[in-house]
């Protein structure tokens, strides 16, 4: 369990040292990628030209994949403990407090132990993934994550054998969450989960930022997680809880509409919604006349996924 007291940091006397160090090595983590943006990093004089050379790249896909314009992933969110529409989490979700930011690691596993965001970052390599992201909805964006394996964090704090699952939970801010009060729609806090070996596979990330920014809160700041061949409600925001299990654990959407959303979440053109179908999706971004695009099998990540389930009816375990 590794909560590290902070030093005493010169020049901090003006910020709480706990926040200033956090930001502090958040920075250091990004401009060592040559990373810059607007907000926090400005200040650094240094930090003004984004050298995108050293940027490590982290998945290299077949054919290079050319991103949604940043406005639109950052003004059409799913993020429900805040609004159903897609445009408001924008502004509501800015007042959510998010520095400091700790992370509870628990369960089955030989180092359970409350993380810093700070040390969580810090101790992993940042790298940038260009995944396709797929909404259950039938939308479908390409975005610049930046982030790092999270087989990584969990081979750290050793799962033990009788982990087969991890289970995820959102922060769950009633004060500052207006939907939290509801309960129509979803049980709170938000759930999600993996098999540990969809947690464990490379492509699994959890994201600190995209395009060479800090992560907006709107998308899930400080810390989400990102697996590009499920559909988006998978890719939990606002992580505060990271659980090994033995068993599947009630994910959130499964619980409140079994029959519509399954523990699994492949992407997969050839098992439809129980009320729409999944074979195209609509390209964020893309011109009014632009035609749909055929969903890909497991979001065309088959060649790196498809073994993890060799042996299951897709149609069955949905
Ligand atoms: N995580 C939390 N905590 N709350 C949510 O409402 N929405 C999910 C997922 N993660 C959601 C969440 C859904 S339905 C999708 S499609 C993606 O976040 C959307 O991510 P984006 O808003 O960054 O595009």
Sequence with gaps: MIIKTCKTI????????????QRRQLIKAMLALGITGSGIYSSFADATEVNWQNVPKGYQ???????????????HTNYYEFTYNKTDATSLAQALPIDPWSVEITGEVEKPGVYHLEDLISQNTLQEYIYRFRCVEAWSMVVPWIGFPLASLLKKVQPL?????VQFTTLNDVKNMPNLSDKHVLEWPYVEGL???????????????????????????????????????????????????????????????????????????DVPHPRWSQSTERVLGAGFFTPRRKTELFNGYADEVASLYSNMNLREYF
Excluded at 10 to 21: C, W
Excluded at 161 to 165: G, K, L, N, P
Excluded at 241 to 268: C, Q, R
Aim: charged share 20%; glycine share 6%; net charge positive.
């Design 161 to 165: 054998s009788t982990a087969q699952f």
């Design 10 to 21: 010169p020049g901090s006397e003006i910020t709480d040292p706990a926040v200033f160090k």
């Design 61 to 75: 896909p077949k054919e290079p994949l050319s991103a949604t314009s940043a406005d639109i992933v950052k003004n």
């Design 195 to 269: 098999r540990l070996d969809e947690a464990m596979h490379p492509l699994t990330i959890l994201a600190t930022g995209m395009y060479g920014e800090v992560l907006p809160k709107q998308n899930g700041a400080p810390l989400r997680l990102v697996v590009p061949w499920k559909y988006g409600f998978k890719s939990i925001k606002a992580i505060v809880k990271i659980e090994l299990v033995k068993k599947a654990p009630l994910t959130s959407w499964s619980k409140s509409a079994p029959h519509d959303y399954g523990f699994y979440a492949n992407v997969n053109p």
